[in-house]
């Protein structure tokens, strides 16, 4: 019987030190996982945008190697909206590349915009010397 309680009493005490100690955490220690994030720079392309009462979410498509990753992130700024076609600046993690964030501090060139060819300069004189 003395066994039992003995067996008892020490389950017990094992089980409060194990409850103290996941209870307690270890502030002190760096997060490992964002300590070892090495995010790469890179232009995405806007596949769709969806705006919600409080936020707006961008559908962004980008290459990784020969990898083509299509991945949601949050749009924080406020303002215009980016248009589908659009390049925009992101980040990825490179250990994991579909964790993927808005790079407001990228300053990448944008691509030049193409001239609409519908309307061409002599179609436009054209127009305006018919009277």
């Known amino acids: 019987m003395s066994a039992i309680v003995l067996v008892l009493s020490v389950g017990l005490a094992v089980g409060v030190f194990v409850l103290a100690m996941v209870g307690r955490g270890d502030d002190s220690s760096p997060d490992v996982e964002v300590e070892s994030q090495i995010w790469r720079r890179t232009t995405g392309e806007v596949i769709s945008v969806l705006r919600t009462h409080s936020r ?8 990784v190697g020969t990898s083509l990753i299509q991945n949601h992130l949050a749009y924080p700024l406020g303002g215009a909206m980016p248009r589908a076609g659009q390049r925009m600046s992101i980040k990825y993690d490179e250990v994991s590349p579909a964790r ?3 790079d407001p501090s990228a300053h990448l060139p944008m691509p030049p915009q193409l001239p609409d060819p519908a309307i061409s300069p002599a179609r436009s004189a054209d127009s305006g010397s018919s009277s």
Not at 56 to 63: E, G, I, Q
């Open 100 to 102: 993927v964030v808005f």
């Open 56 to 63: 707006m979410f961008v559908l962004v498509r980008y290459t």
